[in-house]
């Protein structure tokens, strides 16, 4: 998670028209913002780890309160970047930087992030006022990066496609402005795909999503075949991902709670907490809550993906429904507006990998029991790596009580210049709680004396009605140490990936699967069709009809049929359709 401290909120000398910030700007009076330097300390020392100074443009800062900062930061944060020589972070589009900057830059480890779309006139969209002021601002944001770079400060950059520099015609320019900057000794660049908040910026400037798919096809096949050292983020984190590797990727694939945003934790520069800019479509900067609340994450998984849902898209496990900032109808309940865009590059790097003879995630018998296991984390409240839980299936461990260390390094929300590092440091803990919490759940033995683990299907350690007594039903991941019902005719399963081996028939439960049909125990084995937990457990996360979040209760349920994961949809699915 990157921490930004944001000193004169969103100010900035530029005005781009297509920048997320104008919504918050044309909603505040950003002239009148003032920062307290104690309170932003502590702030920071509150939450503990390394920090980006942000905007707006950071550089309107006076240079000594920037020392100050960056004194701090060295001081206190030191020991939090590992493997990696720089400590301090700084995001700003470089125009006004100076020697004096650099000679600062230098003294304290920081590394910068820059922001530009191309050369000259291409990078007409860092507007500054007038065109001729706009190109004098280009030309020194261009030569202070080299500046830089010559001055071996780990230096990356974010560009932003729009409609001009996304023209068939420019790409060669573009692809040349990249080896120019390669040759400099630029290592990293983040490539984004404009964000509108409105309907007049997407019609002035935006990108058909045909053309945007071929685009970054076309500079996916530029940095595979010309590029030598210099590496776009989506290209380096996707294939991973699809090997069932997240824990390395950048901050749009990780799922955020719009409260409580996974990829940044904002403080302002009065030390108040908020969260990623991307989500303040309405103009506010909503104060960040204490704890997570994943229902984006449960309600794209089972909402169809004509009702702006990602139900059944093999990968979701990589993309999460992608970042807030571009939803459907700017709403966080939707997933990106980009999805088919998106899965065309999903699709690129999918069949590459199968070329190289490997089988990604997306297309493994193991795909839906890593979704389960993930659900239920989501379901319960954590934030957990798709890496550990397929780690954990393949190597026939639980997935649900995963217990290993693995610091989350998932890349630069602001993509500033660390390549093998992230300022983010998670306690020692397998899961992605920004805070760095570990909520152990269910580690009483249950008053039924079973003494084993939580069952997955949340009913509590009463019989159900049907007589399956605790064992959890084709949830796919859960263990079933709870004695069985004969009328199985089959051994208790586990995990969801073991086969049967008592050589019987299987006779089908008796609740239904989604659609009415019947699932039989044969589903259950080696994961190929692994069922979905029972959505009686989700609904009462919602509902809180005597179920909470981290808590069983034991509470009879009936076996009606569940609608599995259908039945927490329903109004998420109207709201939809309602827009």
Known sequence: MTIEVCPLASKCNLSCPYCYENVVRDTNDIDTVSYDMEKMKAALLKVGASFTIFGGEPLLVPINDLEELFKFGLEKFDNSCQNNSSVNTIQTNGVLITDEHIDLFKKYRVCIGVSMDGPDDLNDSRWSGTLEKTRETTKKSFENTKKLLAAGIPTSMIMTYY???????????MKQWFKDLEAAGLKQSRIHIMEWSCETIKNNMGIAIDEMATLLLDMA?????????????????????LMGQDNNSTCVWHGCDPMHTTSCHSISGQGVSSNCGHVNKDGIEWLRTEDHRLERNLALYHTP??????????????????????????????????????KSVFEYHEAQLVREGKEPLSLSVYRKSVENAYIHHVGEGRHPFVSLIYDAIKNNKDALSIDMVQNFQHGDHNDLGHPNNHNDVHNNIAYANSDGGHIDNHINTHADGHGDVAHADGHGDVAHADGHGDVAHGDGYGLHTDAYSN??????????????SDGHDDI????E????????????????EAMPYHGDRLAGIYSNAGIQKNNHTNIAHEDVPHQDSNIIMVEVQQECKNG
């Open 221 to 241: 096949n530029f940095q595979k075949n010309e590029l030598k050292t210099l590496s776009f983020d989506l290209f380096t984190d996707i294939p991973p991902m």
């Open 508 to 511: 089908p439960h008796g609740d």
């Open 487 to 500: 009328d199985h005719g089959d051994v208790p399963h586990r995990d969801g990936y073991e086969a049967h």
């Open 513 to 528: 699967q989604l659609g009415g049909k019947k699932h039989t125990d044969a589903s259950h084995s080696n994961l190929i």
């Open 163 to 173: 409609k001009k520099n996304a023209h068939p015609d420019v790409r060669p320019r």
């Open 305 to 342: 993906q004509e009702y702006g849902g990602c139900k059944d898209c093999r990968f979701y496990l990589m993309c999460k429904g992608h970042c807030i900032g571009p939803s459907i109808d700017y709403d966080w309940r939707n997933k990106t507006r980009l999805c088919e865009v998106w």
